[in-house]
């Protein structure tokens, strides 16, 4: 029985593909590390002048629209928000942040609706 431990201990490898790769492992000193590409050195590099024009690239903005809704965005705070507020139609992330909505005069809760062109005359 132990020589089957034994052995079977020599079959593993050192290093596990699912272990978390250290950084000197991986840049050993004096190895550079990966450069950014900027926008003009990737055009330049992948010859977008090859392609036909109704592909969509980095160059062209020509792109068809998003088969996917459009998030929806907490007025407030920027997180994803699943609520909006149907007495001023902001939408919101959390309870505390329903409060704040509920709190603030009318003027400021027009200003956060033309900001997200939802503009709207509440009553």
């Not at 079959?11 to 840049?27: C, H, I, T």
């Not at 903005?61 to 609520?83: F, V």
């Amino acid at each position: 029985m132990e020589k089957e431990v034994i052995q079977a201990e020599l079959v593993l490898p050192n290093k596990l593909s699912f272990k978390r790769v250290q950084m000197n492992e991986k840049y050993p000193k004096g190895q550079p590390r990966g450069r950014w590409k900027h926008l003009k050195q990737i055009i330049q590099a992948e010859n977008y002048q090859n392609y036909p024009p109704d592909e969509p690239n980095y160059v062209n903005i020509e792109s068809p629209p998003s088969m996917h809704p459009c998030k929806r965005i907490c007025d407030i705070t920027g997180y994803e928000a699943p609520y909006y507020d149907p007495r001023t139609n902001l939408r919101y992330a959390n309870a505390e942040i329903f409060k704040q909505i509920r709190s603030l005069p009318n003027e400021y809760v027009q200003r956060y609706l033309a900001l997200r062109n939802a503009a709207v005359v509440l009553k």
